[in-house]
């Protein structure tokens, strides 16, 4: 079936997603240096767009920027007084992004923060960087429980946290795997169904990508 999943998502791309020399080259940099291809697929990418646009952001907060490429889809739905906030524990990673991000002429609404989230979301508590309207999780999974907190943290009611990489191959549902990233997930499930102040649900996806899926919770 995979091969069916990318043959039809290359078909979706060339109705519905033209190609676009920023994001394209954002992608091909990003694979040339050897960096992970843990980016979100283009039609992902322009969904989580259109999430963004929907939810009229104007603050945005992602945390794993990895090449910046489901960056440059968020920032591109933001005013041009809006801003993105995107957290990369990686140097690399984060030199990668903020040169695609200055390609796609985004930088002076684009700020790539260097260092482990867990370390720089309380700084932006500190700074009282919040409420952003739409917060992206899609880092290291084990920490998704810790992400989701400081995203409530920094959210305001009517704010929209979409997280990343919830399926994994259907392997959410093996309660006996020792997988940290799957317990990180079971947990941030947990999380949802017991937390009053958001109502969440959860997409399963196929694609180019494989089988996987995004959770959405709003703040109420
Ligand atoms: N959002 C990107 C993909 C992110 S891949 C896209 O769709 O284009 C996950 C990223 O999270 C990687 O770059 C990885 O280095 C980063 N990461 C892993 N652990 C982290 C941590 N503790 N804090 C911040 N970033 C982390
Ligand atoms: C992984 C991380 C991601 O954010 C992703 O979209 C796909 C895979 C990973 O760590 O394996
Ligand atoms: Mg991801």
Known sequence: MRETWAAVDQYLVDLLVPPDPVLDMALQDSHAAGLP????????GKFLQILAKIQGARRILEIGTLGGYSTIWLARALPADGRLITLEAEADHADMARANIARAGLSSIVEVRLGKAIDTLPQLA????GPFDFIFIDADK???PDYFTWALRLSRPGSLIVIDNVIRNGEVIDVTSSSPSIYGIRRLNEMLAAELRVSATTIQTVGSKGYDGFTIARVR
Request: overall charge negative.
């Open 37 to 44: 291809a843990h980016n979100v697929s283009p039609p992902q």
């Open 142 to 144: 084990p920490s998704n």
């Open 126 to 129: 500190a700074e009282n960087a």
